[in-house]
């Protein structure tokens, strides 16, 4: 009883003397982790939204313009009308139009025509002839009461004597029932040459234009 009393005292301080003579081991650290690397990803470059292109506003502006000046139609003391150096012109009968070339310096008004032949007619003398028009596939043969016959001189100093019709001649608004002397003369581009016997009061002509007649 006494034995196990002294046991009993001594282990107290058997233990305390048994925790202060053992070694203590710190505590294991644990390890550092290390992350893997974590990959860059860049982003792709993105163009910029484009902007919508402002809209165009357009300011008319209407400003009157006075027209070119018209050629004029009328002229001179008498307002007659103009026309040019060429010009259409209808001739009655048949009613076919030419070509006429305008010549100021002639008296008396000249038609190119084929196959003129003279005949008598209940004690008249009358021609015949075949005319061309400008639109005319085949000639139109024209017969027409002489009036007289002239005798013209030509521009070579040559002379002819000629017969000569009325006939009535148009150009535009104008129209005159006119002597015309016929020729088979085939030497111009023009199968009618006007001349002053038409133009006197009726028509001024400005030479340097052309087809001015409506």
């Given at each position: 009883?006494?034995?196990?009393?002294?046991?009993?005292?001594?282990?107290?301080?058997?233990?305390?003397?048994?925790?202060?003579?053992?070694?203590?081991?710190?505590?294991?650290?644990?390890?550092?982790?290390?992350?893997p690397?974590?990959?860059?990803?860049?982003?792709?470059?993105?163009?910029?939204?484009?902007?919508?292109?402002?809209?165009?506003?357009?300011?008319?502006?209407?400003?009157?313009?006075?027209?070119?000046?018209?050629?004029?139609?009328?002229?001179?003391?008498?307002?007659?009308?103009?026309?040019?150096?060429?010009?259409?012109?209808?001739?009655?009968?048949?009613?076919?139009?030419?070509?006429?070339r305008?010549?100021?310096?002639?008296?008396v008004?000249?038609?190119?025509?084929?196959?003129l032949?003279?005949?008598?007619?209940?004690?008249?003398?009358?021609?015949?002839?075949?005319?061309?028009?400008?639109?005319?596939?085949?000639?139109?043969?024209?017969?027409?009461?002489?009036?007289?016959?002239?005798?013209?001189?030509?521009?070579?100093?040559?002379?002819?004597?000629?017969?000569?019709?009325?006939?009535?001649?148009?150009?535009?608004?104008?129209?005159?029932?006119?002597?015309v002397?016929?020729?088979?003369?085939?030497?111009?581009e023009?199968?009618?040459?006007?001349?002053?016997?038409?133009?006197?009061?009726?028509?001024?002509?400005?030479?340097?234009?052309?087809?001015?007649?409506?």
């Amino acid at each position: 009883m006494t034995r196990h009393k002294a046991l009993a005292a001594l282990l107290p301080g058997l233990l305390v003397a048994a925790c202060s003579s053992t070694p203590v081991e710190p505590p294991a650290v644990a390890e550092e982790r290390v992350c893997p690397p974590v990959p860059v990803v860049e982003c792709p470059v993105c163009d910029a939204r484009a902007c919508p292109a402002p809209p165009v506003v357009e300011k008319v502006i209407t400003r009157t313009v006075p027209a070119p000046a018209p050629v004029p139609l009328r002229a001179g003391k008498l307002n007659l009308p103009v026309i040019g150096s060429e010009e259409w012109a209808t001739v009655e009968p048949p009613g076919l139009e030419l070509k006429a070339r305008i010549d100021t310096g002639s008296d008396v008004t000249v038609l190119t025509v084929q196959n003129l032949r003279q005949f008598e007619k209940d004690g008249q003398r009358f021609v015949m002839f075949d005319l061309s028009g400008a639109e005319s596939e085949q000639p139109v043969e024209v017969e027409t009461p002489v009036e007289r016959r002239l005798m013209i001189k030509r521009r070579d100093g040559s002379s002819e004597r000629r017969y000569i019709v009325q006939l009535w001649l148009t150009i535009g608004d104008s129209r005159s029932l006119i002597d015309v002397a016929l020729s088979e003369r085939d030497e111009s581009e023009f199968p009618l040459q006007v001349g002053r016997n038409f133009l006197t009061d009726v028509a001024i002509v400005d030479v340097g234009q052309r087809y001015l007649a409506d």
